[in-house]
Nanobody, 119 residues
Framework: QVQLEESGGGLVQAGGSLRLSCTPS????????INWARQAPGKQRELVAT???????DYAATVKGRFTISRDSAENTVYLNMNSLEPEDTAVYYC?????????????WGQGTQVTVFS
């Protein structure tokens, strides 16, 4: 069982920035892939950023160039730096850990943190 603790959400004006944090209960470098996903009211959950254990990153087209995912092994934390925020970025943001250990797939989610962007 992997627990994920998220923090950093809040209320911000359009054009502003926020940094979300995700701290797993295990060593972050042991997790195959960590994702940040978001879900806005009435919409499906959307994957916005990914980082693998090897450090490879990927982004949804809607956030590319504005969001940056990174991993700090010393802090055992994955960050999502969000710049140039838009009202359309308003959503609950979730941290997600996926991978395989001993041939068993795992898929864990945090409780989510609310991000609200006002114009």
């Amino acid at each position: 069982q992997v627990q994920l603790e998220e923090s950093g959400g809040g209320l911000v004006q359009a054009g502003g920035s926020l940094r979300l944090s995700c701290t797993p209960s295990v060593n972050v470098v042991r997790i195959d892939t960590i994702n940040w996903a978001r879900q806005a009211p009435g919409k499906q959950r959307e994957l916005v950023a990914t980082i693998t254990s090897g450090g490879t990153t990927d982004y949804a087209a809607t956030v590319k160039g504005r969001f940056t995912i990174s991993r700090d092994s010393a802090e055992n934390t994955v960050y999502l730096n969000m710049n140039s925020l838009e009202p359309e970025d308003t959503a609950v943001y979730y941290c997600n850990a996926v991978g395989r250990i001993n041939w068993i797939d795992y898929d864990y989610w945090g409780q989510g943190t609310q991000v609200t962007v006002f114009s």
